[in-house]
């Protein structure tokens, strides 16, 4: 879905009056008493979820922004990422039901677009690619989760109930309900099916390079007991340097197992 079309769903594009923040404010507040086991109760969500604190003081930072009011929506954006850390421009548009879980290190750019029941996890950024102008920033359609530490970058589309896996970085589309890993990050589920599986076996990538460091070793060996035939008057000699070579060897290839390479 285009951007412009996904606003619609947005707090931001439905009036943005105090009664609508308030709504916001309460869904917010819902949002992590469901998503999050640990909150206990009413009170302890209320004071210990930073994330809470960020939304609810972008929700004032973007009410300002709307009413056109000069430096203080920045002020309030600037007070928010010093007492939570997570900084949210004022113009960002977030929908109800936004949980920042474990709240820290969170930012979330000024064109950046964010649907309803959407989870950010610590240390995700909504951000810019630094190559583009105007729209620059993601837009997450509703039920969107994204993982610790994963950044998305750019003009893109999250598509709804997507899940971006901790650490990806993504830089293109995402489709709805899918799952998207990695750098550059990549669909590997879709609608619960597998997808491109081939293409994220990173782990078991052929190594051309110790392929060819064996077929050599294989060929000294053989060479060697050629040798060893021919100079029979050299055999100890040889067989000497035979053993000092396999227990280097030995040691090379026990480092490249421990590497994780079969
Ligand atoms: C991506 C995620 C949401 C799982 O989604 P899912 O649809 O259930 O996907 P699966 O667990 O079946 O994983 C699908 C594939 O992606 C891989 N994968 C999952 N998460 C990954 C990640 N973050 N980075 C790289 N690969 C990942 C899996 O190993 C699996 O690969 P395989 O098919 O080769 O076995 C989850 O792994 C994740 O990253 N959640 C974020 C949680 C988080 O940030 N927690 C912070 C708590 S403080």
Known sequence: MAATGAASYFWFNRGGDLSRAMTAIRSDIEAIRERDPAAASLIETLTCYSGLHAIFLHRLANFLYQEKIPLAPRLVSQMNRFITGIEIHPAARIG?????????????????????????????????????????????????????????????????NAKIGAGSIVIHDAPADSTVVGNPGRPVRERGRKVGAADIDWTHLPDPVADAMQSLVRRVVELENEFKEAFPEKREEIEKAQEQGEREIEKVFDYYHRSGNK
């Open 96 to 160: 109800e039901g936004f949980f920042i879980d474990h709240g820290a290190g969170v930012v979330i750019g000024e064109t950046a677009e964010v649907g309803d029941n959407v989870t950010l996890y610590q240390g995700v950024t909504l951000g810019g690619t630094g190559k583009e102008c105007g729209k620059r920033h993601p837009t997450l359609l509703d039920g969107v989760t994204v993982g610790a530490g994963a950044k998305v970058l750019g003009a893109v589309t999250i598509g709804k």
